[in-house]
């Protein structure tokens, strides 16, 4: 008989690799935007009270 390679777990570590892939992408941009989005919230909260 031939050699088959198991390729079931390969769907797992592909959707893993997407979902670390986009975790970083999130990481990045709330750390580039993340003064700004609280300045943003500063403002809102100060013209309330």
Request: glycine content about 8%.
């Amino acid at each position: 008989m031939l050699y088959l390679p198991r390729e079931e777990g390969q769907g797992l570590v592909e959707y893993a690799l997407i979902l670390v892939l986009i975790a970083v992408v999130v990481i990045i941009i709330l750390t580039l935007l993340g003064g700004r989005v609280s300045s943003i919230f500063s403002t809102i909260s100060d013209a309330m009270a």
